[in-house]
């Protein structure tokens, strides 16, 4: 389309489809290092703001999983990766993030266990090389609107920090943003959820969200967590820019029996009172986007 990069994922999967893969390389004999004197590493128990529930990381913990989600998990993707109680999706993002685990591996080895489940696994891959290329292209897009919006942007500290803090007192929301705290990583429905919420209902600028999950984050990375918030605020490559998730809505779909809100907010589940004003942010969302409140 004229561009040095693509804006729109459908396009941009079907060239990817179309472009032939590499092979694994294989891991070198030896690795050769500078010697450096270095202080030891801290222990995690020395480090402050670590999410109490953080898995551990590395490639052989990577592997194991890897393998796991091979023989059982990969089949039943395609059907179950929006259930937030069930967790059924690889949780491999962070082992990709520290380069764990290749890219280029998971593709050839999800492609030979093939199936529908497999193949919606890969083309979730494609949205994490479809990011990389926009912010390459773009790195300003890294923290200024890849498409501007005229947005002005309700600075609302109470609403920020009800947000941050899981109690908004809107069950889904909340569960997922504790979910962020304690794990270090939150299901992508309710990444999806949380920061159309912010976005589109509170009416806050996604870079307030975006910094908030980059410093949260195990798998925060600056392509996939910027362009995904840009997406979601309508900001980024979405073709619908104006679509707002219900939290509502989204509960009676992707967590029908409020399992996944029970495990999170334990006792808060029952309800509490909405601590933040929907009407605000909203009808100032659809104004400054052109539409009628
Ligand atoms: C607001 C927001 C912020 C996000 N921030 C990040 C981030 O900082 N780092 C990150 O890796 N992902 C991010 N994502 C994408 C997605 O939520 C996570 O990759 C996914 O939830 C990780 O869990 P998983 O490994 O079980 O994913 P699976 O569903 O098993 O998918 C497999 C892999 O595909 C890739 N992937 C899946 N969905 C996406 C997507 N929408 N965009 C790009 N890659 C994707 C990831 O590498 C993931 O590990 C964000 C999404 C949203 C909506």
């Known amino acids: 389309g004229g561009r040095d990069h693509f804006a729109v994922f459908t396009p941009y999967f079907r060239r990817w489809q179309a472009t032939g893969l590499r092979a694994v390389m294989p891991a070198p004999k030896a690795v050769r290092v500078p010697a450096l004197d270095s202080d030891p590493l801290p222990k995690r128990a020395d480090v402050t703001g670590v999410s109490p529930g953080l898995t551990d990381g590395g490639e052989a913990v990577g592997r194991e999983r890897l393998a796991a989600w091979l023989r059982a998990g990969i089949e039943s993707y395609e059907d179950r990766h929006d259930d937030l109680a069930g967790d059924a999706t690889s949780r491999l993002s962070p082992f990709l993030h520290f380069g764990c685990l290749s890219a280029v591996e998971l593709v050839h080895r999800a492609g030979r266990k093939g199936g529908p489940g497999a193949e919606a696994f890969v ?147 029952e309800g509490t009172e909405p601590v933040v004003d929907l009407g605000e942010g909203r009808d100032r969302f659809l104004r400054g986007r052109g539409q009628q409140p």
């Open 123 to 269: 083309r979730q891959l494609v949205w994490r090389d479809f990011h990389h290329q926009v912010l390459a292209a773009r790195p300003d897009s890294a923290w200024s609107d890849y498409r501007g919006r005229a947005d002005h942007w309700r600075d609302d500290s109470a609403d920020i920090a009800a947000w941050r803090a899981g109690r908004t007192g809107y069950p889904l929301v909340d569960a997922a943003m504790r979910q962020l705290a304690h794990e270090g990583w939150m299901h992508n429905r309710g990444r999806l959820l949380v920061a159309s919420f912010l976005t589109k209902t509170l009416y806050v600028d996604w870079r307030v969200g975006a910094r908030h999950f980059l410093d949260l984050l195990v798998d925060g990375d600056l392509a996939n967590n910027q362009l995904n918030w840009q997406w979601a605020a309508g900001t980024g490559t979405d073709t619908r820019p104006n679509r707002v998730l219900n939290p509502l809505t989204q509960a009676k779909r992707f967590d029908r029996d409020g399992a996944y809100v029970r495990r999170w907010l334990g006792a808060d589940a």
